[in-house]
Antibody, heavy 121, light 107 residues
């Protein structure tokens, strides 16, 4: 069974840092692009970042560029999101997701359950 | 960056109604568009990919159409389980932009 399990969310003060993890199982993790998507309370979905199979290509939404870093460890079947200089507006449920097909960037057919990040003083 | 605009933001409908949601892209995305359904407290679920292809296991009352910059999601006969929020997403570029969502409510 394909599964994605996020962890690492919690309460952090503005300006602080947090590292999210996503453990993947049930598929060949190293063959897939991976992505982070977030959803602020009561708001819509926002794409945050993408990473290709070997980590050589990374893309970010403008609002997190220079503050967030997406990375992966294919040996550990894990995806990460290092978040720094956190702002109140970064408060959201963060989902990791997998594209439908290996080898490229496609629609997202597998999602984790999400992990909540709350940025507040 | 490609912007995605969905309409309407909210839609009130009854069981059995035909429902149409529109998604417009700020530039051509060919047919690289997906539709998702999300229920409160749950992760999104893929319904339609490549504008009109039905994901495995999704009821045939859901259909998608369009190309270029204008796309639609149609539910042919709304069922009680379909009351949810629907999002479009472009994947023509690596930004993966979502529309702002359409909440389908019970009339």
């Amino acid at each position: 069974e394909v599964q994605l399990v996020e962890s690492g969310g919690g309460l952090v003060q503005p300006g602080g840092s947090l590292r999210l993890s996503c453990a993947a199982s049930g598929f060949t993790f190293s063959s897939y692009w991976m992505t982070w998507v977030r959803q602020s309370p009561g708001k819509g979905l926002e794409w945050v970042a993408n990473i290709n199979q070997d980590g050589s290509e990374k893309y970010y939404v403008d609002s997190v560029k220079g503050r967030f870093t997406i990375s992966r460890d294919n040996a550990k079947n894990s995806l990460y999101l290092q978040m720094s200089s956190l702002r109140v507006e970064d408060t959201a449920v963060y989902y990791c997701a997998r594209p439908q097909y290996s080898g490229g960037w496609y629609s997202l057919d597998c999602w984790g359950q999400g992990t909540l990040v709350t940025v507040s003083s | 960056d490609i912007q995605m605009t969905q309409s309407p933001s909210t839609l009130s409908a009854s069981v059995g109604d035909r429902v149409t949601i529109t998604c417009r892209a700020s530039q051509s995305i060919i047919r690289w568009l997906a539709w998702y359904q999300q229920k409160p407290g749950k992760a999104p679920k893929l319904l339609i990919y490549k504008a009109s292809s039905l994901e495995v296991g999704v009821p045939s009352r859901f259909s998608g159409s369009g190309s270029g910059t204008e796309f639609t999601l149609t539910i042919s006969s709304l069922q009680p389980d379909d009351f949810a929020t629907y999002y479009c997403q472009q994947y023509n570029s690596y930004s993966g932009t979502f529309g702002q969502g359409t909440k389908v409510e019970i009339k």
